[in-house]
């Protein structure tokens, strides 16, 4: 489904991301873990194509197409779907309006707002006054609603109550219980292990991937002994 291979990205004139080459097949999910500045969201940017995250070397594959130089959209459509961890706000148009626009079909927006408690929020402004558990299940509820195969999930439970990770947890596992749907989610806290059926994470250090395992052990691993451990790991790609 998604093929990295070689990957390097320029932000700003800085080299963020280091030669990484990574592979998600079809129907999987990869958890990918780091601390704050090691390249996460620019490895999900870089792979929707965003203006600023330049890609210096090496090639992104999806669905056997190359992705390099493509635009935002055209990968929007190739089925590639990104939920951020800061979503925008936008006056003016109503979640309902925009939920309309990404999908025809009445009743399934009715059935995901309800599932995602949003069925009040669809007369207001997209994430306007939303609290942050509010904004999160609108931002899944959107992504969600375009069907994407690869489901690009920037920190999905950052700031957000265990209720609202519960209900968000629910219906994502219930959307990549589709065999065909693969996703790539970026945690810190780790609860979202607690929904995804996931059978491999990684760690990415200073730009490059250190380790690759169990995410469940990973992630306990990291809890205990730090990030500075990873590169320990024998796994390590340099």
Known sequence: MLKIE??????GGKEIIKEISLEIKKGETL???????????????AIMGFEGYSTKGGQIMFKDKILNGMAVEERVRLGIGLMYQHPPKIRGVKLGQLAGHLSQDKNRIKDLSEKLSL????IRDVNLDFSGGEMKRSEL???ILQEPDL???????????????SVMGKVLNEYLSKKDKSALI????????????????????????????????MFEAIK????????????SQH
């Open 6 to 11: 070689n990957l390097s990205v320029e932000v």
């Open 31 to 45: 958890i990918l873990f780091g601390p704050n500045g090691s390249g996460k969201t620019t490895l999900l940017k």
């Open 119 to 122: 069925q009040e929020h669809l």
């Open 141 to 143: 509820f959107q992504v």
């Open 151 to 165: 489901l690009l999930l920037d920190e999905p439970e950052s700031g957000v109550d265990i209720e609202n990770i």
């Open 186 to 217: 970026i945690t810190h806290t780790g609860y979202i292990l607690d929904y995804v059926q996931a059978k491999r994470g990684c760690v990415l250090l200073e730009g490059k991937f250190w380790c690759l395992g169990d995410p469940k052990e």
């Open 224 to 235: 205990k002994s730090g990030y500075d451990k990873c590169k320990e790991c024998i796994c």
